[in-house]
C-alpha cells in the first residue's frame, strides 16, 4: 500500500456533508468563510469567477473545484470584481439542502452544485495546508488525467436529482473520491525539486518509511528501523527525511501518533488508558507529557474541552 493511502485509511475522510444547488443571476457575488471545512464546486452551466486571497480562476461548465482549506473565497459574475460580495455562510448554515437561489437580475449566469463537508483537522489538516488554495490548478484544470472526474460529474448530478435512500452517504463517498482525486494529480504533478512535505510521498525512499508508520503508528520504530525499511543508511534517511518533510521521522511520528490521539479524545470512546496504549506508549504519563507539548493541555484537559463543545 501507498503512503498516500494508509495516511487516508487513519481518517474517517469527510463527514457532516452537505449540497445544495445554486442558481445565480444578473451582477452577482457572495463570499464563503466558514472554517474547517472542505467545498467542492460542480459546474452545471454557465461560468464564473473564484478568488482567494491574490488567487483568482476561471471555473466553466463541467468542471469540478476543490477548495481545500476553507479559506475565504469570492466566488462572482464574469463582470463583477467580487466587491461588496454578499455572504452566504449563515444562508448555508440556516437552509436545508436544496437550491438556494442568488439573484441579481432575470437573466441565469450560472447553475453550479455546492458540497459542504466537515473533516477531522488533526489528521487531515497537515495535509490540507500543504495544498493549493484551489485544485485543481488552473494550468491542470482540463488535462486528460482528470477524465475520472468525467464520471463523477455525472454521479452527482444523478444523485441530486433524485430523493433516495442514503443520498447523503452516496454524496459523502462521491466527495471523498474526488477529493483522493485532487489530492494525487497534484501530488503526482509536483517537480522533486518543490518544497513541499508532500514530495516525500512520492519519494521512492521515503515513501516506504511513510506507508509503514501510517499503517503502523502504535509500533516502536526506531530511526535505524525506518532507514532500513526505506533502503537508506541511517544519516543518508535521516538528513533526507528532514529536508523534504521538514521535520526529523522520529519527531514526524510522534506528532503523528499524538493527532491520532486527539481524534479518538474527540470522539469520547476510549479511556486515556486505552488511547495511549493504541499509539504505542507504554505509559498514562508519558503520553501524558507528549500530548501537553504538542498541544499545550493534557489529554484530560482537551477531552474536556471537547466534551463541552459538543455539549453546547
Known amino acids: ?148 472526474l468525467d464520471r463523477a460529474v455525472g454521479f452527482l448530478r444523478l444523485e441530486s436529482e433524485y430523493e433516495r435512500l442514503g443520498k447523503l452517504a452516496m454524496i459523502n463517498l462521491w466527495a471523498s473520491i474526488v477529493m483522493v482525486e485532487c489530492l494525487r494529480t497534484y501530488i503526482e504533478s509536483l517537480p522533486n525539486t518543490t518544497k513541499s512535505w508532500l514530495v516525500a510521498i512520492k519519494d521512492p525512499y521515503l515513501s516506504k518509511a511513510l506507508t509503514i508508520m501510517h499503517d503502523k503508528p502504535n509500533y516502536s520504530w526506531t530511526t535505524h528501523q525506518l532507514a532500513r525499511e526505506a533502503g537508506m543508511s541511517r544519516s543518508s534517511f535521516t538528513q533526507r527525511f528532514k529536508d523534504t518533510v521538514g521535520v526529523p521521522p522520529m519527531t514526524y511520528l510522534i506528532e503523528y501518533r499524538l493527532r ?9 470512546q ?18 501524558s507529557q507528549a500530548f501537553k507539548r504538542l498541544y499545550g493541555m493534557s489529554p484530560r484537559e482537551y477531552r474536556q474541552q471537547h466534551r463541552v463543545a459538543i455539549s453546547i
Open 1 to 148: 500500500m501507498d503512503a498516500l493511502s494508509t495516511l487516508l485509511q487513519q481518517t474517517q475522510h469527510l463527514s457532516e456533508t452537505k449540497y445544495y444547488g445554486l442558481k445565480v443571476t444578473g451582477d452577482w457575488a457572495y463570499s464563503i468563510t466558514n472554517s474547517d471545512t472542505i467545498y467542492f464546486y460542480l459546474v452545471q452551466s454557465g461560468s464564473f469567477n473564484m478568488k482567494i486571497g491574490d488567487v483568482s480562476q476561471r471555473i466553466h461548465k463541467g468542471d469540478i473545484v476543490m477548495v481545500p482549506n476553507a479559506n475565504k473565497h469570492v466566488c462572482y459574475a464574469q463582470n463583477h470584481h467580487g466587491n461588496n460580495a454578499k455572504p452566504l455562510d449563515k444562508t448555508l448554515f440556516n437552509y436545508d439542502q436544496g437550491t438556494i437561489e442568488c439573484t441579481q437580475g432575470i437573466t441565469l449566469n450560472a447553475q453550479l452544485i455546492l458540497v459542504e463537508c466537515q473533516y477531522d483537522k488533526d489528521l487531515l489538516g497537515p495535509l490540507l495546508s500543504a495544498l493549493p488554495v484551489i485544485l485543481p490548478e488552473h494550468e491542470h484544470m482540463h488535462e486528460s488525467r482528470f477524465r475520472s
Open 260 to 268: 491520532i490521539a486527539a481524534r479518538h479524545l474527540r470522539l469520547q
Open 270 to 287: 476510549n479511556s486515556i488508558g486505552q488511547i495511549s496504549e493504541l499509539i504505542g506508549y507504554a505509559s498514562n504519563s508519558t503520553f
